[in-house]
């Protein structure tokens, strides 16, 4: 590919809060500029830029991507960021490689918290912003109030007077059409001309130089079995070429020699003779890189500044299976091979943690339970067997006192839920700082609370607002230790004996509580079949069958009514752990247990 003017390369960051639109506009900015042929299966999905499993599953952007497409002479970039405060590390560390963002905003939420964190992060950078108001044909669309709020955050978190001159487009995202004005509705079939016609006239051309020494921030690490490992970043100063010497600035002895150089077209990498500063590109050659690092050319070692990544806020325990079924289910299950994958992990994940403890299991921080969740769940998807804690925050000492950090929490929930939603929150020392009708049915309320009053919420309100609640977060800062909160969980029923769950046993048990296993689940001393009624743990017998007699055959006991058993996912499961327990976790199954697995050995750890 020739090398392109740097005057006609546009890169653009498209952030919005988690649901707002971000993904689906990206995929009709992708079709309409004829990046895939009519007959391509691409032409038919969605969320073409989440490749990742777990994104599309879920709906969520987790990893930042970037591509290319091509308007007129004009080269795009278009860098795809999460929406979801949990993974900040890859907003920030994405954010520098843009001139300029996209704010996509739901029509009818309108800004969020989520919202206002990656906004403050593009102002910092002083990226010129296009404010995109999606969802316009929502049935509860509130736009002028939508935009009346956007307004007043940027006034807000604006530093200077030009970055409260923003235009503002309308768009229906899943039809792909984007208005200069707003239509009336419902609105007309339209295309994404109108935003690309504003990206070329707001955002500006990159102003790198291209006559100085060549140097490069590495944001973003991938890897091919035929190429090695892929160094991507934008150009800071310069030009690079294949063959041409370069060094990591903080190991300025160890020359490395460019083998291939990369642009985006489309979704897909193409090799160039020359990459030019303002672009994006992927080098090959380099090996023992890591995000943030510098590249540059051996006759200026200065490194360029790295992106600040924000503290993590909770930490969990982290080991080898030790249940009795340990290295049953999964293919890597020893110490050795955990930490091998965490220090993998390490070199992508920015704001994670990894500490080693003395007795060979790990301490993992993060920057929320989300984050902590998707890399729990990425390992038992790659077949590792595990077993985790309960998260804690991370304290920090402020001024001689011990502190935590503390969030905003905004909620969006039908009315007839608001009693609920006011009484839970009040046993978790939340403080109401507004509440405002969204429209005729539904309220919004904005909460200051506690991280570690945080956790183990979002499923309970789920569950309370029959999975209609609407609720984010974001990290405000940090405030002195706060009152212990009571235990807000009813005890455990556990399993008192290995063996196979027989409907006999389950029905007793199902009298105590209710039961997270069904007929025929293998089970041990300590594993936790079910919920109590109560607030005592009561270690039970599942495995019992009735007695046989002359008048009772072995069949009777399938005749035995239960109820469903309740079926925690993952997420659920980390919520529902309390100090003493463990979550196994392998490839098929997730068990909750106690920490010690027998009614002696939990005695002896109360005594203690």
Known sequence: MAEINPQLIRNVAVIAHVDHGKTTIIDALLKQTKVFRENQHEMEETQILDSNTLERERGITISAKNCAITYKDYKINIIDTPGHADFSGEVERTLSMADGALLIIDAQEGPMPQTRFVLRKAIELNLSIIVVINKIDKQFARIPYVIEKTETLFLELAQLDDQLNFPILYAVGRDGSVFDELPN????????????????????????DTTGVFKMVISTLDYNVHEGQFVIGKIHSGTISPKQKVILAHDRYNPFTIERVFVSEGLSRTETTK??????????????????????????????PASAIGEPTLHMYLGANTSPFSGKEGEFTTTRQIEARLNKELETNL????????????????RGELHLAILIETLRREGFELEIGKPEVITKEIDGKQCEPV????????????????????????????????????????????????????GLLLTLTKGTVVMSSQLTGYEPMGKSLPKLRPGVLIADSPGNALSYGLSAVQQRGATFIEPGTIVYEGMIIGQSLTDKDIAMNVCKGKKLTNMRSSSADMNVQLAPPTILSLEQSIDFLEQDELLEITPTNLRLRKKFLTDNERRKARRD
């Open 185 to 208: 509705l419902p609105a007309p079939q339209g295309s994404v001309i109108p935003l690309l016609e504003k990206i070329i006239e707001h955002v500006p051309a990159p102003q790198n």
């Open 275 to 304: 990459g030019t500063a303002g672009d994006i590109i992927a080098l090959t050659g380099i090996s023992k890189a890591r995000i943030g690092e510098t590249v540059t050319d051996p006759s200026d070692p200065t490194s360029l």
């Open 351 to 366: 704001s994670l943690r990894v500490n080693k403890n003395s007795n060979g299991t790990y301490t993992i921080s993060g």
């Open 407 to 458: 969030e905003e929490l905004s909620i969006i929930v039908p009315q007839q839920y608001v009693g609920a939603i006011s009484q839970e929150l009040g046993k978790r020392f939340a403080h109401l700082v507004h509440m405002t009708p969204v429209n005729d049915t539904e309220m919004e309320f904005v909460y200051n609370l506690p991280t570690r009053t945080l956790i183990g919420l979002r």
